[in-house]
């Protein structure tokens, strides 16, 4: 494998930055990883978990000859490092190269990380990913926008990375992640307030199985029914959220969801009403 590009470099050495250079070793891709925390990814670096891994002092040291590089900072770090690296990108790397950004960041970040390499021979990829790194580790799906997605997306291939092409706009990827983050997110903070609250009541496991039923079962039907049900069912369903919010509080459990919850199905009731006027 590592014949088929020279080098990437790693910028980020947390749980994914690692897992994503311990795989790429392993797989025979030679890798020079950096972290803006100097005691970052320091089990990489004594060579536990990715013999062959070369730590480097500065992200310009790190980029400089890569072929690939992948940006997995922070959102706040991300345009620092790569102005950055932008100095080691300019002098020392081929026409062809590519930035990838996998920060979980908003569009105008994304497009003012590639501002800070505009100078650079570097084609940018906004690159959002599409499911927890441990799970899959290298493998994890990744939704490519920008002008370095091709290139990008012909290096993943052969190592087994599932992409999506989000067309040349950058920041396109990183908004479409966002959307995802709204429902991800939302989940996992209703099932948390819902268990919080059942853990109050004596139910958690009770509760507990019911959600992985109904996530197990999960279908498009299910998406459909959930969506045409609360705009059907409105008044009804408001009237059940006020019960359950009242519910929590004698419980003494947070209901902050729940309440939004409430507001929104009271929202798409008066939106009803008025169609039917």
Known sequence: ???????????????????????LVAAGVPVAGYDPDPHAGRELAAGREAPGLRRAATPAEAVTGAGIVLSLTSAAAAVPVARDAAAGLATGLATGAVYADLN???????????????????????????APVPRAGLRTPLLLAGPGREPLAAFLAPLGVPVEDAGGEIGAAAGAKLLRSVFMKGLAAVIGE???AAEAAGQREWLRRQILAELAAADAALVDRLLTGSVRHASRRAAELAAAVAHLEELGARSHLSRATRARLAELAADSNRERV
């Open 104 to 130: 979980t960041t908003g569009p105008a970040t994304k497009r003012a990380v590639a501002a800070a390499l505009a100078a650079t021979p570097a084609r940018f990829v906004d690159v959002a990913v599409l």
């Open 194 to 196: 819902a268990l919080e």
């Open 1 to 23: 494998m590592s014949g088929m590009i020279r080098a990437v470099a790693v910028l980020g050495l947390g749980e994914a930055g690692a897992r994503y250079a311990a795989d």
